[in-house]
């Protein structure tokens, strides 16, 4: 009887690599997270230095328009005093807008100045049931309006695109508006000042409503630092863990 000899096998572990994809996803997204989470700390920054700056604007003292403004954002904020009078022939209706819970409209009328040029005012808010009847509440003759000096608005993607043609305005295309009360060559500048009052019994007799001088720039970049900072920390402990994973794994193998 022939013995047969069997070989012993010998089964080689297959050999975990240290750094797999997954290793390297969690690694990085700390390292970004923290990375956007500093950026916002700078834009933080930058924007409380801008409030600031703005806030010190409208604390100063009233200034008389000048005769042309070249450079709107410099001014941005500042109060300002001018005298003419309405051009109702194109004031426009600017909405839908809501103002406490109300549904109604923005009304910027062009203010023929003494001096021959024309800057857009927005009156502020009149509610929708008497936005029609609006007009009939502009002053005839001279008026002197205190106000605050604004840039153009912006846009988002989903506002609709203004139709000039059908009376349709929903955003400040300042440019726009004032092309639409006669551009240049009516010496209409696009200019817009916002009217400052105080008094809020003209919401119920439908005289549009201006708005506080107050500064109303956004500002959430505390709550962006807050956010990727703590995603940063999360996936710190989540990259560790996994780490130790894997290296409990190696000490596992057998040699």
Not at 18 to 23: H, K, L, S, V
Not at 41 to 58: F, G, N, P, S, Y
Not at 89 to 114: I, K, M, Q, S, W
Not at 200 to 223: E, Q, T, W
Request: hydrophobic share 40%; net charge positive.
């Amino acid at each position: 009887m022939e013995s047969t000899a069997s070989a012993p096998s010998i089964y080689k572990a297959k050999k975990q690599r240290w750094i797999t994809p997954t290793m390297v996803l969690v690694g990085f997204i700390p390292i970004f997270t923290f990375a956007l989470g500093t950026w916002q700390v700078q834009r933080l920054k930058w924007k409380v230095a801008l409030i600031d700056e703005l806030e010190e604007k409208l604390q100063r003292e009233p200034m008389t328009l000048p005769k042309r403004i070249n450079a709107v954002p410099d001014f941005a904020f500042r109060k300002v005093t001018l005298k003419g009078h309405w051009d109702v022939d194109h004031a426009v209706l600017l909405g839908p807008r809501v103002r406490n819970g109300t549904n109604g409209y923005h009304l910027v009328v062009p203010l023929v100045r003494e001096n021959g040029s024309t800057v857009l005012v927005d009156r502020g808010f009149v509610s929708k049931e008497l936005a029609d009847s609006c007009k009939r509440h502009l002053e005839s003759g001279d008026v002197e309006i205190l106000g605050m000096l604004r840039t153009t608005h912006k846009r988002n993607a989903f506002t609709p695109d203004n139709h000039p043609e059908k009376g349709e305005w929903y955003w400040a295309d300042v440019d726009a508006m004032a092309e639409y009360a006669g551009g240049e060559r009516a010496g209409v500048q696009p200019v817009l000042v916002e009217e400052i009052f105080e008094i809020s019994s003209r919401l119920k007799r439908g005289v549009p409503v201006g708005r506080a001088p107050v500064v109303d720039v956004r500002n959430s970049h505390a709550s962006y630092v807050a956010t990727w900072y703590a995603l940063s920390a999360f996936t710190s402990v989540m990259f560790v863990r996994l780490l130790m994973k894997q290296r409990q794994a190696r000490m596992r193998i057998p040699r």
